[in-house]
């Protein structure tokens, strides 16, 4: 008995973002897709997004809100189907929405809001998605077009979209495929890491710290290269919250943090001022007014707390402001893969079409989303160019 051998125009790799995302474009041009994915439901990572809520794009979208070692690549894909386009299909389907800080913008109800829009778009340009999928084996016709083999039996097709996403949060489906599909081609990849992913803390950090657990403050980090002003969380596990997933992605081992505690206050100046105004009240009386009490007893001690004002030298204050104000942490690493967002590094741009994600290497083969290295802030920057190189691939598959 022969083996059944399905024939279609486009298969694509990965029923998430970008995939779906390419087979709705490539299905209003009338290719017949078909996505191919090992998990149980498509789209899981869309529903487990931004708390439930998917922050599915920013209402400022720029090339410097992405990392990449091709920083100008990710221009193209994002003005051709830019924010707007995304906001539009929402409004088409009557999807709620709302505006946080930083211009993010976030479903009023929940992700599946998002998920069902795209699956209903799918369903529109009769996109076949097939579940339960494990991928054995890929290979380039002779004649071009690729051959797949899969636990449900042998595809083959003209286009291959390649829409696997990174590495992270492995339990939600994400493996290495992207990549080692990559390799298999001869396209460069380069090394993940994993972003917008907590701290941990060296030992003695960690147990000292584990205490603040809980306390939330809004913070400027930085390294040598960026800095970001929002939330920093301590966790019992290190440091989390806003700020320290954004700079996570820009971080190399080894290297130490700074942080100010107090980004919006001249902190020598506020306590040389006050000395003069109140000598006798004690240090903690002065900094509780702008720090959790808690947090100042860590990085500064009782005994400096104690002190009144007027028994603080200079050189104190001094010392005050640079541990507040400049406070020096060296992470030990990150909580890695198994908590992070995204993936840095990826597929070689240089190797991709920056208009249509097509290979340099291999005329048919595409890869979208998150594989590519294309990393984006925190803030609803991932999903669009998710959104955004899913659908410059799917006007050309
Ligand atoms: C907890 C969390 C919250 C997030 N919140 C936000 C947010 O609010 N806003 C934002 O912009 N970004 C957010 N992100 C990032 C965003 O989810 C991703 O950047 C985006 O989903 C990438 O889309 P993608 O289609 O490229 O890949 P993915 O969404 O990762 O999809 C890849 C698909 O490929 C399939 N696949 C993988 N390997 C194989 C294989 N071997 N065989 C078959 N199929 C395979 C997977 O099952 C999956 O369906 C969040 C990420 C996480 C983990």
Same mark, same amino acid.
């Given at each position: ?158 286009? %291959?979209?390649?829409?696997? #996403?990174?590495?992270?949060?492995? &339990?939600?489906?994400? +493996?290495? =495929? @992207?990549? *080692? ?101 004690? %240090?903690?009386?002065?900094? #509780?007014?702008?720090?959790?009490? &808690?947090?100042?007893? +860590?990085? =500064? @001690?009782? *005994? ?94």
């Amino acid at each position: 008995m022969t083996a059944k051998i399905i024939q279609t125009d486009v298969l694509i790799i990965g029923a998430s973002a970008s995939g779906l995302m390419c087979a709705i474009e490539a299905g209003k041009r009338g290719r017949k897709v078909i996505i191919l994915d090992h998990a149980s439901k498509a789209g899981k990572k869309i529903l487990i997004s931004g708390g439930g809520r998917c922050n599915f794009t920013n209402y400022h979208i720029s090339a410097e809100n992405y990392i990449s070692h091709n920083p100008h690549f990710c221009k193209s894909a994002l003005s051709r189907f830019t924010q707007w386009d995304f906001i539009a299909m929402l409004n088409d389907y009557q999807i709620p929405f709302h505006e946080r800080d930083h211009s993010q913008l976030f479903c009023d109800n929940s992700a599946k809001d998002i998920l069902n829009m795209l699956l209903a778009e799918c369903e529109k340009s009769k996109v076949n998605i097939q579940l339960n999928c494990e991928i054995n084996q890929i290979r380039q016709q002779e004649k071009g077009g690729f051959t797949i083999e899969t636990s449900r039996g042998q595809f083959r097709s003209q286009s %291959l979209v390649i829409a696997t #996403g990174g590495l992270s949060i492995p &339990r939600m489906g994400a +493996t290495p =495929l @992207g990549y *080692k599909i990559a390799e298999q081609f001869g396209h460069p990849v380069w090394p993940t890491s994993a972003g917008l992913v907590p701290f941990t803390l060296q030992p003695q950090d960690k147990e000292k710290f584990s205490e603040l657990s809980g306390i939330a403050i809004d913070s400027m980090v930085s390294n040598e290269r960026i800095q970001f002003r929002e939330n920093i969380l301590f966790t019992h596990r290190g440091l989390s919250g806003p700020a320290i997933l954004q700079i996570s992605s820009y971080w190399q081992a080894g290297e130490t943090i700074s942080i100010n505690l107090l980004p919006d206050l001249d902190l020598i100046e506020f306590l040389i001022q006050r000395k003069t105004t109140q000598a006798n009240v004690k %240090l903690k009386t002065v900094l #509780g007014e702008i720090l959790p009490k &808690r947090l100042a007893i +860590t990085l =500064l @001690g009782q *005994k400096s707390l104690d002190k009144t004002l007027q028994a603080l030298s200079h050189r104190c204050i001094h010392d005050i402001a640079q541990q507040l104000q400049h406070w020096q942490i060296k992470p030990n690493g990150t909580e890695g893969y198994r908590t992070a967002e995204v993936t840095c590094g990826g597929i070689d741009c240089n190797e991709l079409s920056s208009k249509t994600l097509e290979s340099n290497k291999v005329a048919g083969l595409f890869f979208v989303g998150e594989v590519v290295d294309v990393t984006g802030w925190l803030g609803g920057y991932n999903f669009q160019w998710a959104w955004s190189s899913g659908w410059c691939a799917g006007q050309v598959v």
